[in-house]
């Protein structure tokens, strides 16, 4: 029996499709360098194979939010330059000094923390300084920044840091025509300059993520950080398909069907019976649940191919296990549920899951657990199931 047909299910990762996004956000963003955004797995596709991917297809940066992921792209063997920024007191700076890791500084503390780590590790940490010209997360108010700036460049002009690049998010870019994202553009711009006039001299100043790489141009700068959008999901329904940006999803999520029954009418289906069937029919069972990633909140709502028809979960989802209605129809044990992927065999969408669930697509690929297989797929150089790394 082929191995992929025997898994129990499996998350098909498209290596090819991946290049030709990043390819494509390239083309959206010339003139700026494309950092690719492979936090939390890569969305849930893996991180290592797919910041791989994103370097052979021109990316020049990776992204990650931890330090702990960054760490793990420099022990798998991932050169070049890589940047994280989720940090908390007490992290493994010195360790990402060492791996010439780049990483974000938001305020004081985290700069006193740096350069200590930077003196123990007897060369300069690279720090990009963020600003929060809006979002409200992390960064450093206007309000702070020239304290920041000043103590950076006193770092900077001791040798224990150098200050390589100048960031922030957006808040709504998203949200085509949204006040606030001219608004931060003032504002980034204006703390650039500051930061310029101080004596700054950053190799990128960023703040574009994938919508804005897609929509907002004047956000370009020197470089974009596309995260779900090389993942070939639309970082907005309203924005558009991804087919209307040329992008392709990577992810197809299927499993095998472990079960078909033909039940009576009036039959309760799964916990709490919130599901009956109207008239005798059969049911299929498939070995999918909410441990795997698939959203409890989509019970009786999340969309199933099946045997070339589309159904609907009946009743809840489990945690290992959820049925489908398949009305008299008899698809083979073992045959492919498939819950989501590009669509090429009428399959339904991350993003019609994410409406199932009241969610957004990101949170479907990127809860997909590690009890799911990635298998990976390339034109030129098909992969069988990796260990879910």
């Not at 029919?281 to 989509?298: M, Q, S």
């Not at 945690?319 to 065999?345: H, N």
């Not at 009890?371 to 790394?389: I, L, Q």
């Amino acid at each position: 029996m082929n191995e992929t047909a025997s898994l129990r299910a499996r998350a098909e990762i498209d290596l090819a499709a991946l290049r030709a996004n990043v390819r494509v956000l390239r083309a959206r963003a010339a003139g700026a360098q494309l950092m690719a955004v492979v936090k939390s797995d890569a969305y849930g596709h893996g991180a290592e194979r797919c910041a791989r991917a994103a370097l052979e297809a021109g990316a020049t940066w990776l992204g990650t939010a931890t330090p702990h992921e960054a760490l793990a792209l420099r022990a798998a063997g991932l050169g070049g330059r890589v940047m994280c920024w989720l940090w908390t007191p007490g992290g493994p700076w010195r360790e990402a000094i060492e791996a010439d890791i780049d990483v974000s500084v938001s305020g004081m503390w985290a700069l006193d923390e740096v350069t200590a780590a930077a003196a123990q590790a007897g060369r300069p940490a690279r720090i990009q300084l963020k600003a929060d010209t809006g979002l409200g997360r992390n960064g450093c108010q206007p309000a702070d920044w020239a304290e920041l700036v000043g103590a950076a460049r006193t770092a900077e002009q001791a040798g224990t840091v150098r200050i390589t690049g100048l960031w922030s998010h957006f808040a709504c870019a998203d949200e085509p025509g949204h006040p606030s994202i001219t608004a931060q553009l003032v504002t980034f711009r204006d703390m650039v300059a500051y930061a310029e006039k101080a004596g700054v001299e950053p190799e990128v100043r960023h703040i574009a993520n994938s919508p804005a790489t897609l929509t907002v141009p004047e956000s370009h700068f020197d470089l974009v950080r596309t995260g779900i959008a090389m993942y070939g999901i639309s970082p907005s329904p309203e924005l558009g398909t991804p087919a209307d940006f040329g992008l392709r999803p990577v992810m197809t999520l299927a499993a095998s069907i472990a079960l078909v029954k033909r039940v009576p009418a009036g039959h309760g289906i799964s916990y709490g019976h919130h599901y009956t069937t109207s008239a005798e029919t059969t049911l299929g069972l498939v070995p999918l649940g909410y441990a795997d990633g698939v959203p409890r909140h989509a019970s009786g709502r999340g969309p199933v191919l099946v045997g070339g028809v589309r159904r609907t979960v009946a009743g809840r989802v489990a945690m290992d296990q959820f049925v489908v209605d398949l009305d008299g129809d008899e698809p083979a044990v073992g045959s492919d549920a498939v819950l989501f992927g590009p669509g090429d065999r009428g399959e339904p969408s991350a993003e019609d899951w994410a409406r199932a669930a009241d969610t957004i697509a990101y949170e479907i690929v990127t809860r997909i657990g590690g009890r799911v297989p990635r298998v990976y797929r390339d034109d030129e150089t098909p992969e069988g199931p990796s260990d879910g790394s």
